[in-house]
């Protein structure tokens, strides 16, 4: 026998932005398909919001399994249709086979353990279960829990990346960028972090931690005579979260900050995904006067039209674009295009990543305003962008000097 345990992918924003309505089709949908997948000596179980599990009897080995997760998969992929909506999902399917590894009773447990692998993987595949998957898991919750703690803790910093003014040479601004100082793993990736704060429920209050340190930053800084435009990574829950222009505009007149000095960055994926409820944000913020940017622009749809009408004043195009730039000539193509038409709109660019010489002085000759990368300067700790305005350069970081005390250059 074997037991297949599907999690649907991308399920979670279907309740969100559509309503539990719209979801309770898709996963009734969902449970007919699979279903349908399954023969009648099997069983097909729901066990929890959208987990499923799946009881095969009698099969014959592991490829007879991974035959059955195979076509769950190309069926779960296809569309749903729901309230009139066109809903696509998919799923991540973990796999346990008996007699096989693993015991009898945490035949569940592993099951589940090897779902996650699939998920980790990437999702929307399958994974067969294997021992190591089981302490994988504890790892997860272990760092999950040390995660809640992180904050009281006191183990999460902001870096600030400078943005060059391309033109000027000077830096018009920096990003700030989540960093969380882990005791036994060193400093932890926000690409790890985040999305596991998403799971657990934790980025609201890490998000809202973010822009509260960034602005006591600024001020900070403003105290100290740098005046400094910072921008902050918005996650897609906060977003669809109604109270965030209040709590920002409530963050900024706290620190007393002009409204100017703060902008946010939203990926561009986020920002096509629930385009009325970013809208609605991006109104609400442009309302107290805060800047939006699109953030790893031309990894989405690039949906010119919701572009045209997202009232943004940056754009940066994403790394991938940069370090393909010195041998693709569509990678030049697709930059200097996508330049001139943010231009066209009345937005201003950055390029993210760049690394070399050379990127640099293409994306110069392209017109773009506004470079960020290593090459200038990595992610640095605060004290050490003030050090550096009073004339401490930090090691590896460009040879120019910042003159970033004085006025916000426009935007
Ligand atoms: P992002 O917003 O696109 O930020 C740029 C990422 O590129 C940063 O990674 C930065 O360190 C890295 N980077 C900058 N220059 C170069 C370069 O020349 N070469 C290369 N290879 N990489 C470069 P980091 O800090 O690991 O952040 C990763 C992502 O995590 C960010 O991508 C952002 O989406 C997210 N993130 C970071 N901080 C926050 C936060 O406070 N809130 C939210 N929601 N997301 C955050
Ligand atoms: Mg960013
Ligand atoms: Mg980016």
């Given at each position: ?231 902050v990574n918005l996650s897609p829950h906060q977003l669809r979260d109604k109270g965030l222009v209040d709590r920002i505009d409530q963050t900024l007149q706290e620190h007393g900050l002009d409204a100017t000095q703060l902008l946010c960055e939203?990926?561009?994926?986020v920002a096509m995904e629930d385009i009325k409820a970013v809208q609605r944000t991006f109104e609400g913020l442009g309302a107290i006067g805060v800047f939006l940017s699109i953030d790893d622009f031309g990894t989405g749809y690039s949906s010119l039209r919701y572009l045209s009408q997202l009232p943004a004043q940056q754009l940066k195009i994403d790394r991938s ?91």
């Amino acid at each position: 026998m074997a037991v297949l345990f599907v999690d649907l992918d991308g399920f979670k924003p279907i309740n969100d932005s559509f309503g539990h309505a719209v979801g309770d089709v898709v996963i009734r949908k969902a449970a007919s398909r699979l279903r349908d997948e399954a023969r009648d000596c099997d069983t097909v179980a729901r066990v929890g919001g959208d987990e499923f599990l799946i009881l095969l009897n009698d099969v014959a080995d592991d490829e007879a399994c991974i035959a059955v997760a195979r076509r769950v998969l190309a069926s779960l992929s296809q569309p749903f249709e729901a309230a009139g909506r066109r809903i696509e999902i998919s799923c991540s399917i973990g796999i346990v086979v008996h007699p096989g590894p693993g015991e009898r009773h945490k035949i569940v447990a592993n099951a589940d353990a090897a779902m996650y692998a699939a998920k980790r993987a990437g999702g929307s595949c399958y994974a067969l279960f294997e021992p190591h998957m089981v302490s994988d898991v504890s790892e997860q919750l272990e760092l999950q829990n040390e995660l809640r703690h992180a904050l009281e803790r006191g183990q999460l910093s902001l870096h600030y990346q400078p943005k060059i003014d391309g033109r000027r040479g000077q830096i018009s601004g920096v990003e700030a960028l989540l960093r969380w100082n882990h005791p036994r793993h060193g400093l932890v990736s926000p690409l790890v972090f985040i999305p596991l704060a998403e799971r657990i429920g934790l980025i609201g209050k890490l998000g809202q931690w973010v822009i509260d340190e960034a602005c006591r930053q600024i001020a900070e800084w403003g105290r100290d005579g740098l005046r400094m435009r910072v921008s902050v990574n918005l996650s897609p829950h906060q977003l669809r979260d109604k109270g965030l222009v209040d709590r920002i505009d409530q963050t900024l007149q706290e620190h007393g900050l002009d409204a100017t000095q703060l902008l946010c960055e939203i990926t561009e994926t986020v920002a096509m995904e629930d385009i009325k409820a970013v809208q609605r944000t991006f109104e609400g913020l442009g309302a107290i006067g805060v800047f939006l940017s699109i953030d790893d622009f031309g990894t989405g749809y690039s949906s010119l039209r919701y572009l045209s009408q997202l009232p943004a004043q940056q754009l940066k195009i994403d790394r991938s674009f940069v370090s393909d730039l010195e041998h693709s000539a569509n990678a030049r193509a697709v930059v200097a295009a996508v330049v001139g038409l943010a231009h066209a709109l009345g937005l201003r660019v950055v390029a993210e990543g760049v690394e070399t010489v050379l990127q640099r002085d293409i994306l110069l000759a392209m017109d773009c305003d506004e470079l960020q990368g290593f090459l200038f300067a990595r992610p640095l700790p605060p004290a050490a962008l003030l050090a550096w305005a009073h004339g401490a350069k930090p090691e590896g970081a460009a040879d120019f000097t910042p003159s970033v005390v004085g006025a916000l250059s426009p935007l």
